[in-house]
């Protein structure tokens, strides 16, 4: 937890970033082929004190709570199983399917610190999330969910005038009979239905934990890595995010 409050009375602005600092896939375990990049999962979590780090240079006048959570992913003999089922910090129970979508359980619990302990004003995570993502935008977007237009129309201007660009993605209520579970409140990767629609899924689990906040999703699962050198990004991780949501917080 990591705290700039420079902004008087006003309630704080969360941030909340996934921080795999790698990802095996766990017990579900990945193929080896491509794994040594996943010492990038911890990049939400990086952008998330990049934030930090730049606002408090700047001696930003707004306060700010800059959450991460880090986890390692591995096979173990006390990893958690496919089948296994925990409860959140809310106080819901999730059944793991797969182990290889832990992030989402980190973020949830990340969020709901948020939302329990620090009553903020706006409350925003950043994660490199979902494959699906990449599939739809690219490396040049990151998918942003949110129901607030407001903040939407804030975030794709921020998104504009830092180069760091966002896609407004929906968030789609008949998707969310996928997250249903036989043993427990909710299963955390939408395997109750097929809708072949990973991110939208994972963002729809993500917004239960957030509470009644004006609440914003980026999934940079796509944007914070780049596979050659290309333009102002050199090969490997980004820190796209860092100029967003710097940008987004100095524009207010």
């Not at 375990?29 to 939400?44: Q, S």
């Not at 059944?95 to 706006?122: F, K, M, Q, S």
């Amino acid at each position: 937890v990591m705290e700039w409050m420079q902004g008087g009375d006003e309630k704080p602005f969360a941030f909340v970033g996934k921080g795999v600092v790698f990802d095996t896939g766990g017990i579900s375990l990945k193929p080896a082929t491509g794994m040594e990049d996943m010492t990038m999962d911890m990049g939400g979590a990086g952008v998330v004190s990049g934030v930090m780090k730049t606002l408090a240079m700047r001696k930003a006048k707004a306060n700010i709570v800059g959450l991460v959570g880090l986890v390692e992913n591995m096979p173990d003999g006390k990893a958690q199983r496919p089948g296994d089922v925990r409860t959140s910090m809310k106080g819901e129970t999730i059944e793991v399917i797969n182990t290889d979508a832990e992030g989402r359980l980190v973020l949830a619990d990340g969020l709901a610190y948020a939302d329990i302990n620090l009553d903020p004003d706006y409350l925003i995570d950043i994660a490199t999330l979902t494959s699906s993502v990449t599939l739809g935008l690219g490396r040049q977007f990151a998918a942003m969910y949110t129901r607030d237009d407001k903040l939407a129309a804030q975030f794709v201007k921020a998104g504009a005038d830092s180069g760091d660009r966002v896609w407004r993605m929906p968030l789609i209520d008949d998707y969310k009979d996928s997250l249903g579970s036989d043993v427990a409140d909710f299963n955390h990767n939408a395997s109750a239905a097929k809708y072949s629609a990973g991110s939208v899924t994972a963002a729809l689990f993500l917004e239960h934990f957030a509470g009644k906040r004006r609440w914003l999703h980026l999934d940079i699962a796509g944007t914070g890595r780049s596979e050659v050198d290309a333009g102002e990004n050199p090969k490997g991780g980004t820190g796209y995010g860092v100029r967003l949501l710097t940008q987004w917080i100095m524009s207010l």
